[in-house]
């Protein structure tokens, strides 16, 4: 029964691996189907270890209805082979897929059992980007369209495949993995605090804060302190309006409305300007570290921040207000690339790729880290580009709200007591930690497998990125492949958070 998972909450503190419950596969997976059941439930991890006895899985499901998060694990000896989950549960395509491709484990009747990412270490070498065995549909009317892997612009490597009736997509299958970095491998690698964190900031150059933050909650052994979850919670907000602004002027630049564009761009320049005063970098580098700060946001800092963002929000609501209310705007954006509330379901969606179609997914709300978490979501249901583009300019505002917030709560600057970075706390050994943040694009999850001599023997990470693909794959089906740089800027997702 479900009820024999192990209950915990999205502290930081460390499990001790004897503590969670080992089942058997049947039970395991019978338990997954009746959890996922509930919409307010997901798997936000499950991956696989070596064991002396085979492989050892672990898997993490979010449960929304009391903010807890249930874990369990089960293990697999040779051969291996198992019944496939994704079989039954989409969403679970990403994990096995991974555990696929490295441990060289078979799922039966997985319908997608194809490569995620093409990792160094895979057990089989011959699976190359190169080989990636795109699905393919003949026939008389029908041509394919290649795009990328290496794109115009600033765009990473990703390969785009297009089936097109004429200018209708009939389907779109995208090819990641270009630039698998190793960073997994390299976290669990070293001892060196200061590395290990460094390496999370790099793991996707846009969610800097969002995975040094949820790397740093690990480090600390669920030892957080509330002021520095503080100014975490702002540093996520800041970047949350600066990419959300920017977004917005990428959408107008791509239906040539240049008065959005360039009002965008200069309203982001302040955003990520103010955060650069903060820390000396505009993407966060640097502020956060485990156990304390190099930058305390000081109160002449606090006011600096909130006199430029107050400056782009009166002006943003302008901009914004001339987006939604000219028509030609709108009817480039309104039923266009349109995904569904099931598919979104379907796809295992979070993040505002879950909430552009309706779907209650925030942990700043449910699995919120903060002091005073977010009380209530902020959803559009159409599922559409123009829903995607609402969501984003109503979030600015949202997180305009939570900074202020956040900023009226902290202690003057004589009343509190700076901390420098603790880059030699140890962690406890054979345990797992997990942390979860809402990053802008959607729920970070980290993980840690500690070993007996206080190592991290294991470091899984999962940028919302990597549930989300599906998504822009879905909106193209139906529409033009004219469409396509309007919706893959509408969600905005990372190659680097998933060629981990």
Known sequence: ?????????????????????VMEYGRFSADIGEMLADLRRRVV??????????LKFYCLMADDTDSSVRIASHILSAPYILPSLTAGITAMHCYEREISELYGVEFTGNPWAKPLRFPFNRINPASRIDN?????IKGAQLHLVNVGPVHAGIIEPGAFRFVCDGEQVLNLEIALGYQHRAVEYLISSTDNRLRQICLAESIAGDTTVGHSVAMARILENGEGDAVLNMERTIA?????IAMHVADTG?????????????????????????LQRWCGNRFGKGLIRPAGT??????????????????????????????LSTPTVLARFEEV?????????????????????GLERDSRVTHSFANDPLKEFITEPAGDLLARLR???REVNQSYEIIKQQISHLPPDDRRKIKNPDYLKPMTPTSLSFSLVEGWRGEICHVALTDADNRIGAYKIYDPSVHNWMMLALSLRGAQISDFPLSNKSYNLSYAGHDL
């Open 337 to 357: 690339c349109t995904v569904t509330r099931n598919q979104a379901i379907e796809c295992g969606a979070v993040g505002m790729a879950a909430r552009s179609v």
């Open 45 to 54: 991890a499950y991956f696989a270890v070596p064991d002396p006895q085979g």
């Open 250 to 274: 990428a959408l107008c630049t791509d239906i040539a409305y240049q008065i959005g564009q360039v009002a965008c761009e200069a309203l982001r320049t302040l955003v990520v300007n103010a």
């Open 132 to 136: 990636y065995p795109f699905y393919d």
């Open 236 to 240: 996520l907000e800041i970047r949350r």
């Open 391 to 393: 969501l984003r300019i």
């Open 1 to 21: 029964m479900m009820n024999e998972w192990y209950i915990s909450r999205n502290d930081a503190k460390p499990i001790g691996l004897t503590e969670i419950p």
């Open 294 to 323: 190099h930058f305390p946001l000081t109160e002449e800092m606090a006011r600096s921040i909130l006199l430029s963002l107050e400056e782009v929000i009166r002006r943003f609501d302008i901009v914004a207000g001339d987006i």
